[in-house]
């Protein structure tokens, strides 16, 4: 009962959160800070930076991988897999 009453609350929430973001965004005065495209093409940092990004996104893959293996790992090792 208490876990239905608090998802109901959540949910109202992010209604809530959701719409209020909504109004403020269209209630702010539209002004934009994009650049042009060659600024981000010619700058060398924006590719370091986007490189490294890479990487690290690469690189939690691969842990997650190996946190799974060492878990599926352990598991075998107790006899618990494979679950049926």
């Given at each position: 009962?208490?876990?239905?009453?608090?998802?109901?609350?959540?949910?109202?929430?992010?209604?809530?959160?959701?719409?209020?973001?909504?109004?403020?965004?269209?209630?702010?005065?539209?002004?934009?800070?994009?650049?042009?495209?060659?600024?981000?093409?010619h700058n060398g940092l924006f590719w370091v930076?986007?490189?490294?990004?890479?990487?690290?996104?690469?690189?939690?893959?691969?842990v997650a991988l190996v946190v799974l293996m060492?878990?599926?790992?352990?598991?075998?090792?107790?006899?618990?897999?494979?679950?049926?």
């Amino acid at each position: 009962m208490i876990a239905a009453l608090f998802s109901a609350l959540h949910l109202l929430a992010l209604g809530i959160r959701l719409g209020s973001a909504f109004l403020r965004g269209r209630a702010l005065p539209s002004r934009t800070f994009d650049k042009e495209t060659d600024f981000y093409v010619h700058n060398g940092l924006f590719w370091v930076k986007a490189r490294v990004a890479l990487l690290a996104r690469i690189n939690d893959l691969e842990v997650a991988l190996v946190v799974l293996m060492v878990f599926v790992a352990a598991m075998m090792a107790r006899g618990l897999w494979p679950l049926t």
